[in-house]
Nanobody, 125 residues
Framework: QVQLVESGGGLVQAGGSLRLSCVVS????????MGWFRQAPGKEREFVTA????????YYADSAKGRCTISRDNAKNTVYLQMNSLKPEDTAVYYC??????????????????WGQGTQVTVSS
């Protein structure tokens, strides 16, 4: 069983930055990919970025490229999402997720096996 706990969300002004953290516990050796998704009210869950736990390869949604950086600290079993130049449209609940399989469709929520509880990010204009 893999447990994910996000933190770091909050209220920030447009143009500001936030760094989200996701602490992973449980059978972490079997987690293949860690991803970040977001979901705004009334919208579907949306892929933001993902990282291969062992190789460090990263993948970004077009909306995240240039503004977001995903990273991991293997020693701390933690994945980070650094977000810069935040916009009001980035307001959403941000979720960390773990995929055990090697399904390459990393943008699809159903590929992921475990999810955190989410952390709210609110960007004011």
């Amino acid at each position: 069983q893999v447990q994910l706990v996000e933190s770091g969300g909050g209220l920030v002004q447009a143009g500001g930055s936030l760094r989200l953290s996701c602490v992973v516990s449980g059978h972490t050796f079997s987690s293949h990919v860690m991803g970040w998704f977001r979901q705004a009210p009334g919208k579907e869950r949306e892929f933001v970025t993902a990282i291969n736990w062992s190789t460090g390869s990263t993948y970004y949604a077009d909306s995240a490229k240039g503004r977001c950086t995903i990273s991991r600290d293997n020693a701390k079993n933690t994945v980070y999402l650094q977000m810069n130049s935040l916009k009001p449209e980035d307001t959403a609940v941000y979720y960390c997720a773990a995929a055990l399989s090697r399904d390459g469709r990393l943008w699809m929520p159903r590929v992921y096996d475990y999810w955190g509880q989410g952390t709210q990010v609110t960007v004011s204009s």
